[in-house]
């Protein structure tokens, strides 16, 4: 709904309720039904996807479920439409579509492109699902930096300066003393680094936020790339072997069929992550810290009315950002890659930040949509070795294609903090 102004005759001002129709959603779901369809016409494929739910480290074995790959295809191509026809119905009759409608959609949609894509071929699910989870891992400690700075009311475009140098602090401390926590502790202190210059500049000095995240990117890239081909490249033994963090499998969890090892095998970043997911979203919205957070991001003067001292508030919040997202950077060194290099987050920072917008600046929305991002970034991988139709110059481009459908397309028209990225001056 919304509220128009009107005139009556008599010259007042009325105030009218209008009830609007949001068909974008459902606008959305059917375009990706009849483009779906579309690769099925065009690119018919016959034979078998089969798809493997078992692990070789699982204590039950579940056995393969072979599909037949046509008819299962064109089966959840109904079924797509039917949840888009369930969208338009509920959108004319002025609702918003239900979120279980959208998740359902984006499952099935998955699912329908893996049996077409899988043709004669074998679908790992679960090392499908763990490689998903392990890419998203630095895309959820960058968002999560990114909903408390903007929710604090900075723009936090150095997402990926605050990984990057993450990631080297982790390498270089881990190498030097042979722990791979004090690695993690260097990460998040290299991430505060890159925090407390974008805060010093966009609430001490009043610079414009955008402007200084990008310089901090490129000043950060520039740096560790230096310090790399000076210091790392030529120690390599001493200063860039560093010590990674081992699965820590938890008993008969682990054992779970599918999600067992997806969840319950992982690192002590991985649960770190769980952890901290939780830790933030309850304490954005249950506690007094989270209150004075959103209070400085939204109505800042009014925060400073009732006691809250807003820049100070706004600049340790950023700090932590800042902490967090270094943590994202230590799973680089610390578990997924044996060494630093040069420009090795690849502009994930930069993914991060467009989960944050997805995920409408809410921790849990914004950590779904960088899964979500790492699974599109894995199945890339996996399409390639599935060896489809689709070249591959496409595949590599499907990670990002999914970001922008994801931000433009399925975000919407939302809004930011009102705060976010304006200076707060005092009086």
Not at 153 to 172: P, S
């Amino acid at each position: 709904m919304s509220l128009v102004q009107t005139e009556a005759a008599d010259g007042t001002v009325q105030l009218a309720t209008v009830r609007e129709r949001k068909l974008k959603t459902p606008v959305s779901l059917a375009v990706a039904t009849a483009l779906l369809a579309l690769l099925f016409v065009l690119v018919p494929r016959t034979g078998t996807s089969i798809f493997r739910l078992g692990d070789a480290s699982s204590a039950f074995a579940l056995p393969d479920v072979p599909l037949p790959t046509g008819p299962t295809s064109w089966v959840l191509i109904g079924v797509l439409v039917v949840l888009v026809v369930a969208a338009f119905l509920q959108a004319w009759s002025y609702r918003t579509p239900a979120l279980w409608i959208v998740i359902v959609f984006g499952v099935l949609a998955v699912f329908a492109f893996l049996v077409w894509a899988s043709a004669g071929g074998l679908v790992p699910v679960t090392s499908l699902l763990v490689g998903a989870v392990s890419l998203s891992v630095p895309l959820v400690f960058g968002a999560l930096g990114g909903v408390i700075g903007e929710r604090a009311g900075v723009v936090n475009v150095a997402i990926e300066g605050q990984l990057l140098l993450g990631a080297f602090a982790a390498a270089l401390l881990s190498s030097i003393t042979g722990n791979p926590f004090v690695g993690l502790i260097g990460a998040m202190i290299g991430g505060v680094l890159v925090a407390s210059v974008l805060a010093a500049f966009a609430i001490k000095y009043l610079v414009e936020q955008v402007i200084v995240g990008v310089v901090l990117n490129v000043l950060v890239t520039g740096l560790t790339g230096f310090l790399y081909g000076a210091l790392l490249a030529p120690n390599e033994e001493r200063l860039n072997t560093p010590v990674r963090f081992d699965r820590l499998e938890i008993p008969l969890l682990s054992d779970i069929p599918i999600i067992g090892p997806v969840l319950f095998n992982q690192t002590i970043i991985v649960y770190l992550m769980f952890v901290t997911v939780a830790l933030v979203a309850w304490g954005l919205y249950r506690t007094k810290w989270g209150l004075r957070v959103r209070a400085v991001g939204e109505h800042p003067k009014a925060a400073d009315t009732v006691g809250i001292k807003v820049n100070a508030t706004r600049f340790w919040n950023v700090l932590l950002a800042g902490a967090i997202a270094g943590i994202g950077g230590a799973y680089f060194t610390l578990v997924s890659v044996p060494q630093f290099g040069k420009d090795m987050t690849a502009g994930l920072g930069f993914i991060a930040l467009a989960a944050v917008i997805f995920g409408r600046w809410d921790p849990i929305r914004a950590t779904l949509a960088a899964l979500l991002f790492g699974f599109a970034t894995n199945l890339q991988n996996l399409l390639t070795i599935l060896k489809t139709p689709i070249p591959g110059e496409f595949m590599l481009m499907l990670p990002y294609v999914v970001t922008l459908l994801a931000v433009a397309g399925f975000a919407g028209q939302i809004k930011a903090p009102a705060a976010d990225g304006k200076p707060y001056i005092k009086g």
